[in-house]
C-alpha cells in the first residue's frame, strides 16, 4: 500500500535546508508564546514550589528527590530556570520551546534513520520522488496547534522531557541496531544511550514507561533477527520496569506512595470502570482534535460514561477496532513504509493507552496528546507519500505547505489566548460553564486584577456547582479580609478549613488575621499547622518568624527567618525580616516588629 520509495529524503531538500525550515516554522509559530503568564497548575508546580528554590540543595538533598521521583529531571529544570532568571516567564517558555524543537528533530532523524539507514524492507523499490516523510512529520509535529497544552503550559515541561528522552532512546535503539555489528564500539556505545536515554525518560514523567513496549514492537516490525538475538536486546529495558515501581515506593508525595493510584480516579463520584468506559469516547474528541483542532480549551467538561452502550463509547468502540485492523492490515503489506505507518499508529494508540488505563484527575487533557503526536505524524506522513505517488509530489507537498501554514496560523492564535490568563479562563468558562474549576480560576484572575465584585460572583458560581469547593471558599475569604471584613474573612477560612483541613493556605491566612486581631496564640498556633501541612510553605514560616519576633521570642523568630530564606533564597521581604530580627537580637532595647 504505501510503498517504500517515496519517503527517502530527496535530493533537492538538503538536510540542512531541512533542519532550517523545521526549526523556522517552529520559532515563527510559537513567537507570541514567550509573554504566556504563569497559570493553572504553573502555581504549585513553578510559583509555590519550595522544591525549585534552591538548586543546590535540590541536587544534594535526598529527601527533595524523593518527595517527586517520577518528575525529577523537569523539577532540576524549573529550578535551573529560577537559579538564573527567578520568576520572569520568558525563560521556562525558552526552554520548553527549546525542548520541543529538539524533539520535532529527533523525530525528523528516527524517521530519516529508519527510511534510508538500514532497515529491512520486503517491498519492492520504485522511483524515488521528492517527497521527504521525515521532513513532513516532523513539520506537523513542530507547528500542531493542539500542542500549545503541552509546550506553551509551562508546568508540562514534564511531558516535554519525558517525550524527548523517548524519541532519543528509539532513535539510539535504532541507530546501534544499524551501525556494525553487536560486538562493535559503536553499537554498544548507541545501544548504551538508548538505555540512559530510557532512564532520563523515567525520571522525567510517567508517560514514559511504555518506552520498553515500544522498542519491543520497533524491534518486532522493522529489523531482522532471530528470538534469541531480540530477547537479548530486549530484556534490559525490560529490566528498566522496575524504575517506576521503585520509585512508587519511594515517592512521599501525595497518595501516589500506594499502589492506590492504580484504582483512584480524583473524580468526585467516578469509579475506575466509569473511567475507562469513557475512554473509548476520549478516543474519538482526540483524533477530531488531530484533524480538525477546533474548541481547544485548558479545561474540559467532559461527561463521564457509565455504560459501553453509550452512543460515543460505542463509537470510540468502533473506531479503535477499525484502528487495530488498519495496523494489522498495513504490517501484512510487509514493504517498510507500510510497516512503518503501522508502527504510527500503533505508537499513537500505545502513548495514549497509559493515561488511559491508569485514571487520572481528568478524562480529558490536551497535552497528553503529545507523544502520541509523533507516532500521528509518522503515520500522516506515510498517507502524504502514498498520495505524493499517485497524485504527484507537487500536488502533495503544495498540500502540505498550506497544511502547515494552517496549523501554525492556528497555534499562533490559540497562544494568543494563552498570552493573557484572563482571556484563557473566560474561554474555558465559556465552554465548560458547568465546571467549578475554570469559576474558580477566573476568579483569582480577576481578584488579582481588582475585579473584587466580578471575581466574588466566579467563586459563588464555584461554589454553586461544587459546595465543597474549599479553594473556592478560601478565596472568598481573602477578598473579604482585602474590604477589612476580618468577621466574614475568619467564618470563609474556618470553613475551608473544615473542608479541607489539608489546606495550609487557609490555615496561614488564618494566622494573619488572629494576628491582627492579637490574638498572638491563636495566630501561632495557625501558622504551626500549615507548617506540620506544608514544612515547605516559606511564607508561613516568615509569619511564623513575624509573630514570635513581636512577643520578643527573637531566637525562635530568627530560626523561623532563617528557615524562610533557606527556603526562598529570592525573597526579599524574608531576607529584611531576618536582617532586622538580627538588628533587635543586637540591640535588644529597640523592637520594631
Known amino acids: 500500500m504505501f510503498p517504500s520509495s517515496y519517503a527517502d529524503p530527496a535530493k533537492g531538500n538538503p538536510i540542512p535546508l531541512q533542519i532550517i525550515a523545521i526549526l523556522g516554522a517552529g520559532i515563527l509559530a510559537w513567537s507570541n508564546s514567550f509573554s504566556a503568564p504563569f497559570v493553572f497548575d504553573d502555581l504549585t508546580s513553578i510559583v509555590n514550589n519550595p522544591l525549585i528554590r534552591s538548586l543546590q540543595r535540590l541536587l544534594t538533598d535526598p529527601a527533595l528527590f524523593c518527595a517527586a521521583p517520577r518528575r525529577f529531571l523537569g523539577q532540576l529544570s524549573f529550578a535551573a530556570n529560577y537559579r538564573i532568571g527567578g520568576l520572569n516567564q520568558f525563560g521556562y517558555h525558552a526552554v520548553n520551546l527549546a525542548i520541543h524543537l529538539a524533539t520535532a528533530l529527533l523525530l525528523f532523524m528516527f524517521l530519516r534513520l529508519l527510511l534510508t539507514g538500514g532497515v529491512e524492507n520486503k517491498g519492492r523499490s520504485t522511483t524515488a520522488q521528492p517527497f521527504s516523510a521525515p521532513f513532513s512529520a516532523a513539520l506537523i509535529f513542530a507547528v500542531h496547534p493542539v500542542q500549545t497544552q503541552a509546550v506553551t503550559y509551562i508546568t508540562q515541561r514534564f511531558t516535554l522531557l519525558a517525550t524527548f528522552f523517548y524519541l532519543l532512546a528509539l532513535l539510539c535503539y535504532a541507530k546501534s541496531r544499524t551501525t556494525g555489528n553487536s560486538n562493535s564500539a559503536p553499537y554498544n556505545s548507541w545501544y548504551s544511550a ?95 482534535l488531530l484533524f480538525l483542532p477546533i474548541n481547544q480549551t485548558i479545561d474540559y467538561d467532559y ?241 511564623l518568624g513575624s509573630a514570635l519576633a513581636a512577643r520578643g521570642e527573637i531566637d525562635a523568630a530568627l530560626q523561623a527567618f532563617r528557615e524562610a530564606v533557606r527556603l526562598d533564597p529570592l525573597n526579599r521581604s524574608y531576607r529584611a525580616n531576618l536582617e532586622r530580627a538580627l538588628k533587635i537580637r543586637n540591640n535588644p532595647v529597640v523592637n520594631n516588629f
Open 194 to 288: 538508548a538505555i540512559l536515554a530510557t532512564v532520563g525518560a523515567m525520571f522525567s514523567k510517567e508517560i514514559s514507561f511504555s518506552i520498553p513496549f515500544s522498542i519491543a514492537l520497533l524491534e518486532l516490525t522493522l529489523f531482522p533477527g532471530t528470538i534469541r538475538k531480540r530477547l537479548m536486546l530486549l530484556v534490559p529495558f525490560g529490566a528498566l520496569l522496575a524504575i517506576p515501581v521503585l520509585m512508587l515506593f519511594a515517592a512521599t508525595d501525595s497518595e501516589l506512595t500506594t499502589l492506590t493510584m492504580l484504582t483512584k480516579t480524583g473524580l468526585p463520584s467516578t469509579t475506575y470502570a466509569n473511567y475507562l468506559i469513557t475512554q473509548p469516547a476520549v478516543l474519538c474528541t482526540y483524533l477530531r
Open 303 to 543: 461527561q463521564v460514561y457509565q455504560a459501553v452502550t453509550a452512543l460515543p463509547v460505542l463509537a470510540g468502540i468502533l473506531l479503535l477496532t477499525a484502528l487495530i485492523g488498519l495496523i494489522l492490515y498495513l504490517y501484512r503489506q510487509g514493504t517498510r513504509s507500510s510497516r512503518l505507518a503501522g508502527f504510527g499508529m500503533s505508537w499513537f494508540l500505545a502513548a495514549l493507552s497509559a493515561e488511559a488505563l491508569v485514571p487520572l484527575s481528568d478524562v480529558i487533557n490536551e497535552h497528553r496528546l503529545y507523544l502520541p503526536l509523533a507516532g500521528a505524524s509518522i503515520t500522516a506522513s506515510s498517507a502524504l507519500g502514498w498520495l505524493a505517488l499517485r497524485l504527484g509530489t507537487k500536488a502533495v507537498n503544495t498540500t502540505l505547505l498550506l497544511l502547515v501554514l494552517l496549523l501554525a496560523a492556528a497555534t499562533w492564535q490559540r497562544n494568543l489566548i494563552w498570552s493573557d490568563e484572563l482571556l484563557l479562563w473566560s474561554d474555558a468558562v465559556a465552554k465548560a460553564p458547568g465546571k467549578a474549576r475554570p469559576h474558580y480560576n477566573l476568579g483569582t484572575i480577576l481578584s488579582k486584577r481588582g475585579l473584587t465584585e466580578a471575581a466574588e460572583q466566579e467563586f459563588n458560581a464555584a461554589l454553586a456547582i461544587e459546595p465543597g469547593h474549599a479553594r473556592a471558599r478560601y478565596n472568598l475569604g481573602v477578598l473579604r479580609a482585602a474590604k477589612g471584613d476580618v468577621t466574614s474573612a475568619m467564618s470563609d477560612y474556618q470553613a475551608a478549613i473544615r473542608l479541607d483541613p489539608g489546606l495550609a493556605e487557609a490555615h496561614n491566612a488564618l494566622g494573619v488575621l488572629l494576628s491582627r486581631e492579637g490574638r498572638s496564640d491563636e495566630a501561632i498556633r495557625s501558622y504551626r499547622e500549615a507548617l506540620r501541612i506544608a514544612p515547605e510553605l516559606a511564607e508561613a514560616r516568615n509569619n
